[in-house]
Every structure is written in C-alpha cells, then in structure tokens.
C-alpha cells in the first residue's frame, strides 16, 4: 500500500505521513548513534514501531498511539465508531470512486462531491491505480480494477469484500439504472416497429413527418 498511497490518498494526507516516515527515520538514526556509543545492543529498523508518542526507539507507546486515535475517533465520529469501522468507509468509498472512474458524471449526485477522491486529480490518480490513461474513463472491458482493490484489502476474492466491506450498492443501482433506461429511451427505432407500435404512422409518409424517432418520444404517440 505504501508505493500506492500517492495515487488513493489526498495530497495532505501523503504529506502528513511522508513527513512522519522521515521523522521517525531520523529518531533512528539518533537512536542509533547513542545505542553504539552506550555499547547497547541494537535494535534493526524493522524492531522499531512506527507509531511513537515519545520518539523514543527503545520504547514501544504504539498501543498508547492506537489508544488515542480511537478515543479521537470516537468523539468525532460517534461512540459506535471503531478503528475497523474505517476499514468498511474505505471500502465503500473506494466503491463509489471506482464506479466514477467509469461514469464520471456520477459523482455529482454524492454529497462528498467536493471531496479529493471525486475532483479530477483524484479521479485521473485512482485511474493510473488501476492500469488506465488518467483523463479517459475506465472501460466497461477493465475487469482487472477489482484486483488492484482485492490486493488493497488483501482478500483472496469479491465475495468478503461484497458481502461484508461495502456499503455504497444503492447509490451505484440507482446510477445503473438510470443509464440503462436512458439507453432504452433514446433507441432509435426503424420503420416496421414503429408501424407495429404506432397505429397511425404506418405508411412511410406519415413516418417522414415525425420528429423524432426515439423510444421515448414515440411512446407518447401510442397513448394519443
């Protein structure tokens, strides 16, 4: 996830954990240099949490970091809300902005519209992501973009990420519906189904007369 982060994750959100990678780099290395002078026995990088409250190497206080974060969590969020609850918002989210990626005009009908993830950055990033030209819309023929998400959650199939991490189905229906009844209603229709459905444009003459020859726009024909 880490050499993927730039491309899934807010500008300042990258920044902020850059610039506490690089920190906590630095504490090693401080940590180090005083572990050799003193003759300790020293600890690997890889020993060393990354989370610290006192950024001191020698000390493990990442319970106490977790700890805190999800008090925060909670007052900002809701009593109800737990560390793997955001994992579920990920998930769902990532759904929505997957979708996107396809169906750019999606997004206007989410009340996080004006969030990072849907502006054009966001969008175009999460397309490099998955494989695809940042400014064209992901094809319907893209059937490996699940697998980059897969691996993200580190799932072996769709069938724990579908049945349990997502939450955003509705909103995805209501879109693929719309599309599917707008392409329906705008289906140009030929002359003998028209004859067939329209009683009074049966002759070519009166079909030349007409319009439009859209599904929706001769349905209101039948009904006259």
């Known amino acids: 996830m880490t050499t993927t982060l730039h491309l899934i ?7 902020a954990i850059r610039s506490y990678t690089d920190q906590r780099r ?13 003759k300790e026995e020293v600890l690997l990088r890889k020993e060393v949490y990354l989370l610290s409250t006192t950024r001191d190497c020698r000390n493990n206080t990442a319970k106490t970091v977790v700890r805190d974060a999800l008090v925060n969590l909670k007052e900002q969020a809701g009593p109800e809300a737990d560390l793997h609850l955001l994992r579920h918002s990920f998930a769902s989210h990532l759904f929505l902005r997957w979708y996107t990626c396809r169906y750019p005009g999606f997004s206007k009908q989410l009340a996080d519209q004006s969030h990072w993830f849907f502006k054009k950055e966001g969008i175009e990033n999460l397309r490099i992501f998955f494989g695809e030209a940042p400014r064209e819309p992901v094809s319907e023929a893209n059937i490996t973009a699940f697998i980059h998400i897969i691996k993200l959650f580190g799932h072996k199939t769709t069938n724990t990420l579908f049945q349990v991490y997502i939450h955003s189905f509705y909103e995805v229906m209501q879109h693929a519906l719309k599309r599917v009844h707008k392409k329906d209603d705008d289906e140009i229709l030929r002359g003998k189904l ?17 319009k439009s020859r859209k599904a929706k726009d001769l349905v209101k024909l039948i009904n006259l």
């Open 9 to 15: 994750a807010p500008p300042k959100v990258v920044d």
């Open 194 to 210: 028209i004859t067939e459905l329209v009683p009074n444009m049966r002759s070519r003459k009166s079909q030349l007369k007409l």
């Open 26 to 38: 630095i504490d090693y290395d401080v940590y180090l240099r005083d572990a050799r002078k003193k």
